[in-house]
């Protein structure tokens, strides 16, 4: 994944990276925490009537120099752009999103990067409920905590994995992927949908999330919610206040 106007220093200065880049694990966790901790995933675009752009230059833009977040082909398409410019393995997947009523497309993107002979599922674009640090895929079956949330891998046939997330007590299933090799123009119809089509979340709804160390918050409709180490606080915003509450709470102005 390349952008003719990506320097990995430019990134790292965006998320608020400091330190030496090395390719290694550690970096990589640091690497997508302080993505998380200041690229929101947002879906702004989509709210105005506009079809994402999958140009990595836009992407690009649109993030590093404009300040801005975007959904998941965007800020994981980011993010391998920096596994690139570090020499890191990866390949992107297609994944099933799993907490809808019926079944529906593979429509989420994610990240299995390769290091030391070990692979790890990188996702820093599904939301409320997405991991916060690399899992191993080797790792089954086995409760993994990230700061105040609790995520675990299991397969459902030999090649598909689950990913799910312990949400109020009880496991939740969040996005089912296996790991056939996707190229970024394979992403193109899903964007499309996710952009247009009127039964999609993206295009019903408003929804901006955040993450910082002690949980996230979340602008969804009209309700901005806060969860703080478990505890969830909820308020009601009017339509007028919600460039404000963009600005304040996300620091995304130019929209």
Not at 20 to 40: E, G, H, K, W, Y
Not at 95 to 121: C, G, N, Q, S
Request: net charge negative.
């Amino acid at each position: 994944m390349q952008a003719d106007n990506f320097e990995l220093q430019n990134y790292l200065n965006r998320i608020g990276f400091y330190g030496d880049a090395q390719a290694d694990i550690a970096t990589v966790t640091n690497m997508m925490r302080c993505q998380l901790f200041s690229v929101p995933f947002e879906n702004l675009d989509v709210q105005a009537g506009k079809v994402v752009s999958l140009v990595p230059e836009e992407i690009v833009d649109k993030i590093l120099n404009r300040n801005r977040g975007g959904y998941c082909y965007e800020v994981n398409g980011l993010f391998a752009m920096a596994l690139q410019a570090l020499g890191i393995s990866y390949q992107f997947v297609a994944a099933r999103p799993m907490f809808y009523p019926v079944k529906r497309p593979k429509t989420h993107m994610a990240i299995v990067l390769k290091l030391d002979d070990e692979e790890w599922l990188c996702d820093l674009g599904f939301g409320s409920y997405g991991i916060r640090a690399p899992m191993r895929l080797n790792i089954l079956n086995v409760n993994v905590k990230q700061d105040a949330d609790t995520f675990k891998l299991s397969k459902t046939t030999e090649h598909e994995y689950l990913l799910q997330a312990l949400v109020e007590g009880e496991w939740t299933n969040q996005f089912a992927f296996d790991l056939s090799p996707q190229e970024w123009i394979d992403f193109t119809p899903a964007n499309y949908l996710n952009s247009t089509h009127p039964d999609a979340i993206f295009v019903k709804k408003l929804l901006v999330v955040l993450h910082n160390p002690a949980g996230r918050t979340i602008f969804f409709d009209n309700m901005l919610k806060t969860i703080k180490n478990g505890k969830v606080e909820k308020i009601s915003i009017a339509p007028e206040n919600r460039d404000a509450i963009l600005a304040d709470k996300f620091k995304l102005t130019d929209f």
